[in-house]
Each structure stands twice: as C-alpha cells, then as structure tokens.
C-alpha cells in the first residue's frame, strides 16, 4: 500500500518516530497538541 507516495512501512516508521519524540521532549508534546486542537476545530 502507497500514501503519498511512500511505502506504508515508512509512514509507519514516521508515526513511530513522531510518539517517541512525544514522549522525549515536552516542548514537542505541546506542540502536537496544539497541532492537534487547531486541526479539530
């Protein structure tokens, strides 16, 4: 399977990535609830 033009284990290696720099950097983990509260709104 594709997604935009990347194989789906690299997407999901991207989303791996993402939660582990969640959890390691409080600046970034604010950052993605921000993110996450403008997109659903």
Same mark, same amino acid.
């Given at each position: 399977?594709?997604?935009?033009?990347? &194989?789906? =284990? =690299?997407?999901?290696?991207?989303?791996? +990535? /993402?939660?582990?720099?969640? !959890? !390691? *950097?409080? &600046? /970034? +983990? !604010? &950052?993605? *609830?921000?993110?996450?509260? =403008?997109? *659903?709104s």
């Amino acid at each position: 399977m594709r997604l935009v033009g990347r &194989d789906h =284990t =690299t997407v999901l290696h991207a989303c791996r +990535k /993402i939660e582990q720099l969640r !959890e !390691e *950097s409080h &600046d /970034i +983990k !604010e &950052d993605f *609830s921000n993110l996450i509260r =403008t997109l *659903s709104s």
